[in-house]
T-cell receptor
Framework: GEDVEQSLFLSVREGDSSVINCTYT??????LYWYKQEPGAGLQLLTY?????DMKQDQRLTVLLNKKDKHLSLRIADTQTGDSAIYFC???????FGQGTELSVKP | GAVVSQHPSWVICKSGTSVKIECRSL??????MFWYRQFPKQSLMLMAT?????????EQGVEKDKFLINHASLTLSTLTVTSAHPEDSSFYIC?????????????FGQGTRLTVV
């Protein structure tokens, strides 16, 4: 079945860049999304990329898409403590999620 | 952006009772809503897809008689956990997709923390 894989944990220092990676198996989605979940809360859409694009930049966020390798990444520039959260990528119509990547930002 | 309101935010109930969780799309019509369950430090597990006016589609392993889903209108879906037991304690999240189709953005409720004692 469809699968989404992410590394489980990433720790960076405040001010550094963070790169969160995602691999997926289903290539039928027109859009691919990144969501952020803060503790005890629902998911917040961070950004998305259209499947015919290679890159999208949105302020501190840069999304890279490699369709051939089915690889999606999210780069957060100048990471802040408020960026600490769990990040999920997804793209399917039913929004199947992987385990998410927990980003920890140390001051 | 669009808002999805989930109610209640948290609930404590006694074992054997039923609990209803509401998911409302406040400023858009949601033909499809999704219900997820999340355990601590784990991903969201899709439980079911709720389509307005028809029966919900449940994922494999999810008991449809235990987790009753009703999507009676384009702005409201409900999840009822029947005869709740402590193992049903979890964080439940709903998501609603705008009318445009499978590739449009989905908006999430704030989640409901269910504790069964």
């Amino acid at each position: 079945g469809e699968d989404v894989e992410q590394s489980l944990f990433l720790s960076v220092r405040e001010g550094d860049s963070s790169v969160i990676n995602c691999t997926y198996t289903d290539s039928s989605s027109t859009y691919l999304y990144w969501y952020k979940q803060e503790p005890g809360a629902g998911l917040q859409l961070l950004t998305y990329i259209f499947s015919n694009m290679d890159m999208k930049q949105d302020q501190r966020l840069t999304v890279l898409l490699n369709k051939k390798d089915k690889h999606l990444s999210l780069r957060i520039a100048d990471t802040q403590t408020g960026d600490s959260a769990i990040y999920f990528c997804t793209g399917r119509g039913k929004l199947i999620f992987g385990q998410g990547t927990e980003l920890s930002v140390k001051p | 952006g669009a808002v999805v309101s989930q109610h209640p935010s948290w609930v404590i109930c006694k074992s054997g009772t039923s609990v209803k969780i509401e998911c409302r799309s406040l400023d858009f019509q949601a033909t499809t809503m999704f219900w997820y369950r999340q355990f601590p430090k784990q991903s969201l597990m899709l439980m079911a897809t709720s389509n307005e006016g028809s029966k919900a589609t449940y994922e494999q392993g999810v008991e449809k008689d235990k987790f009753l889903i009703n999507h009676a209108s384009l702005t409201l879906s409900t999840l009822t956990v029947t005869s709740a037991h402590p193992e049903d304690s979890s964080f439940y999240i709903c998501s609603a997709r705008d009318f445009g189709g499978v590739n449009t953005e989905a908006f999430f409720g704030q989640g409901t923390r269910l504790t069964v004692v």
